[in-house]
């Protein structure tokens, strides 16, 4: 089992920046390594969305709406995962999860483990 707690969130107005964080505890490490870790969001209505990944070998993926202007980086020993973004537009108004599983296929079609999630802004 996996235990993510993210925190940060809150209201920004369009073109400013803001971080997240996730903790992560639980059975991170196994016999394969590090379990994959991302960040989605999830609008009313629409589905999920991944945002950022972070495979077992430190790799990066990112999804074309936050390209060039989201980060993902994890912090091993806090094992704490961050989400660095900037210029951020209104349409980035939703609701964040951070996010993990045991591989990277499982990871962008269905994450086993996720956070509870935090509202996010972005004001005109």
């Known amino acids: 089992q996996v235990q993510l707690t993210e925190s940060g969130g809150g209201s920004v107005q369009s073109g400013g920046s803001l971080n997240l964080s996730c903790i992560a505890s639980?059975?991170?490490?196994?016999?394969?390594?590090?379990?994959?870790l991302g960040w989605f969001r999830q609008a009313p209505g629409e589905e999920l969305e991944a945002l950022a990944t972070?495979?077992?070998?430190?790799?990066?993926t990112y999804g074309d709406s936050v390209k060039g202007r989201f980060t993902i980086s994890f912090d091993a020993s806090q094992n704490t995962l961050f989400l660095d973004m900037n210029s951020l537009k209104t349409e980035d108004t939703s609701m964040y999860y951070c996010?993990?599983?045991?591989?990277?296929?499982?990871?962008?079609?269905?994450?086993?483990?996720r956070s509870q999630g935090t509202q996010f802004t972005v004001s005109s």
């Open positions: 639980g059975q991170l490490y196994g016999l394969h390594g590090r379990v994959c």
């Open positions: 996010a993990a599983a045991r591989t990277f296929v499982e990871l962008v079609r269905r994450p086993t483990y």
């Open positions: 972070l495979s077992k070998d430190g790799s990066t």
